[in-house]
């Protein structure tokens, strides 16, 4: 079963920098899109953002001109430059695959990593 790790959360300040990784467990040159994802406290998870197979991208309204997401497929992970953070980008981080695949598409989700903007 395909896993999702994701790492590179903390605690930084408003106007400050992270860079989330998303290591996959199996190739992802082939997965037809990475997305990133975000759950705020008694809030529903939301869609951060997408990186194609092709590498187009597309980003939520509220991250937009702040997040980049890349990816490396020699290193079958994916990562969310974060840029320009608010206090309400606090959330816990998650990435998942979407495909046709049901070993991807029904993949569990990983732990998520927190990111905390304070000051």
């Known amino acids: 079963q395909v896993q999702f790790v994701e790492s590179g959360g903390g605690l930084v300040q408003p106007g400050g920098s992270l860079r989330l990784s998303c290591a996959v467990s199996?190739?992802?040159?082939?997965?037809?899109?990475m997305g990133w994802y975000r759950q705020a406290p008694g809030k529903p998870r939301e869609l951060v953002g997408a990186?194609?197979?092709?590498?187009?991208?597309n980003y939520a309204d509220s991250v937009k001109g702040r997040f980049t997401i890349s990816r490396d497929n020699a290193k079958n992970t994916v990562y969310l430059h974060m840029n320009s953070l608010k206090p309400e980008d606090t959330a816990v981080y998650y990435c998942?695959?979407?495909?046709?695949?049901?070993?991807?598409?029904?993949?569990?989700w990983g732990q998520g990593t927190q990111v905390t903007v304070s000051s």
């Open positions: 199996r190739s992802i040159s082939s997965i037809a899109a």
């Open positions: 990186i194609m197979a092709g590498g187009n991208t």
């Open positions: 998942k695959g979407r495909d046709s695949d049901p070993n991807i598409g029904f993949a569990p």
